[in-house]
């Protein structure tokens, strides 16, 4: 009866540690190089396909769990791996260094061209093109006299087509604006484009505006929730409230909709 009992505690005690270990933790990390911290570097988990970016004191935080494989890459440095071990997840921190990525151009041949750099003596030694020295004399009008009276050749009369003169915007006489509808649309589509381009813009800036502390510390909302919790504010014109500068405002809606938002999430 004690074996069984010590074998059911020895097999909870090992399944509440494979549980504990799966549970993802918040990481704080800082990428660096040679001379300095790294901003805008992308921090992506390639097990959960999370990620994030580093701000400009090149810090950052990410979900993790022992095992898992982070890829740091910026444009001026070499994509760097690296695997999340137990002692940077009992740490709760990493510091990771890039280096910097060297561009090698193609090779290319300098021909010696024997100029000496004053213009007078540099034309005489460039050989001439013949080409181009037949083209400009067939192409030389100078000695043609432009204004002399040349009488109409007899052929070219009977040849030469009607000249029919249309009016080409009577086909639109009585349309109103008809002939400005092309514009009309070309101004909502930009208008549009403009829209859509301040939409995608609005998280980065609400986040660097705000900072990170307010919205994982203060708010409490999961990294791989952000996304989803400004979707759910967004029907209360958080973004028209920005955009009106009314920031005070914005931040009293996030801090009123964290509460039924860790609500909503908790049930899921």
């Known amino acids: ?107 290319f041949e300098l021909k010696r061209h024997n100029l000496l750099g004053s213009l007078s003596s540099d034309l005489k030694k460039v050989k001439t093109n013949k080409k181009d020295s037949l083209l400009r004399d067939v192409m030389d009008f100078s000695n043609i006299d432009m204004k002399a009276n040349v009488a109409d050749d007899y052929i070219d009369k009977r040849v030469r087509p009607q000249i029919n003169e249309t009016d080409p915007t009577r086909a639109f006489v009585g349309a109103g604006t008809a002939a400005a509808i092309p514009f009309k649309y070309s101004q909502r589509l930009w208008a549009l484009r403009k829209k859509l381009s301040q939409k995608k813009a609005f998280p980065y800036k609400i986040l660097s505006e705000l900072g990170e502390k307010f919205f994982f510390d203060e708010l409490k909302i999961p990294i791989d929730k952000y996304f989803h919790f400004l979707d759910y504010c967004n029907p209360l014109g958080i973004e028209d409230l920005h955009k009106e500068g009314k920031i005070l405002d914005v931040i009293k809606i996030f801090r009123t909709e964290s509460v039924s938002y860790h609500k909503i999430i908790k049930k899921e």
């Open 1 to 107: 009866m004690k074996t069984k009992l010590l074998f059911t505690v020895i097999l909870f005690y090992a399944f509440s540690n494979l549980h504990a270990q799966k549970i993802k933790k918040i990481i704080s990390g800082v990428v660096t190089d040679s001379l300095g911290v790294v901003v805008n570097a992308n921090i992506i988990n390639l097990k959960t396909s999370q990620g994030t970016f580093s701000n400009d004191s090149g810090l950052f935080r990410i979900f993790a769990v022992a095992g898992d494989t982070l890829s740091v890459s910026s444009v001026q440095h070499i994509k760097t791996k690296i695997v999340v071990t137990d002692a940077i997840i009992n740490n709760k921190t990493i510091s990771i260094t890039l280096k910097s990525n060297t561009y090698k151009l193609d090779e």
